[in-house]
């Protein structure tokens, strides 16, 4: 998956608690997403990064927020967990791949908050 | 305005059979419009893309046909296979520095064998 790696892959956690999930490419891609995947919603934006130390919110990012202090790791953070949050989380990278421009996603990080 | 809105949320198709999957949308400013589909436990792969210029896009058995004016788009799957079994998302953006893409809710499509 392009070299794009998320950790944890499984998480759960405490109401309350503060989170973060790490994501990590090896190839130097400048852009980089976070995405929640909700069934009934789709894949809903929540942050963004387009270098190092620039980011801008998404359309769900209340909540959320995310730091790259290096190009190869794009980390989203849960400030005080709520069972809203409750989702799997997608980390993408976006290129060109075979003629046509889009997202590479790693494979996920499941969430649970009780 | 920013929505896209994608249906049916479940298909059902036989073998050999004919897949299709409908989106639409309401901003006439998005100019790229990508497929991607998503087996469990995977993150979605992008499958076809097609941009507003054109009208069908084909790729193998998957194709892309675009309807500009009626502000909507479709995925057909040509003789449909057990392991097209996936879950389908479409999804529309605008590039603004980069595409930052809105999806659709998702399809889930099962192929008999």
């Known amino acids: 998956d392009a070299g794009i790696t998320q950790s944890p892959r499984h998480k759960v956690t405490e109401t309350g608690t503060p989170v973060t999930l790490r994501c990590h490419q090896t190839?130097?891609?400048?852009?980089m997403y976070w995405y929640r995947q909700d069934p009934g919603h789709g894949l809903r934006l929540i942050h963004y990064?387009?270098?190092?130390?620039?980011?801008d919110k998404g359309e769900v990012s209340d909540g959320y927020s995310v730091s790259r202090s290096k190009t190869e790791d794009f980390l989203l953070t849960l400030e005080s967990a709520t069972s809203s949050q409750t989702s799997v989380y997608f980390c993408a990278i976006s290129e060109w791949a075979g003629g046509s421009y889009g997202y590479t996603f790693g494979s996920g990080t499941r969430l649970t908050v009780v | 305005q920013q929505q896209v809105k994608q249906s049916p949320q479940s298909l059902i198709v036989q073998k050999g059979g004919i897949s299709i999957i409908n989106c639409a949308y309401e901003n006439t400013a998005f100019d790229y419009f990508p497929w991607y589909q998503q087996f469990p436990g995977k993150g979605p792969a992008l499958l076809i893309a097609?941009?507003?210029?054109?009208s069908e896009k084909k790729e193998g058995r998957f194709t892309i046909s675009f309807n500009k004016s009626a502000k909507q788009f479709s995925l057909h799957i040509m003789d449909s296979q057990p392991g097209d079994s996936a879950t389908y998302f479409c999804a529309a953006s605008l590039f603004s520095g980069t595409y930052k893409y809105i999806f659709g809710t998702g399809t889930r499509l099962k192929v008999l064998a």
């Open positions: 190839e130097n891609h400048r852009y």
């Open positions: 097609i941009r507003p210029d054109v």
């Open positions: 990064s387009y270098g190092v130390k620039d980011t």
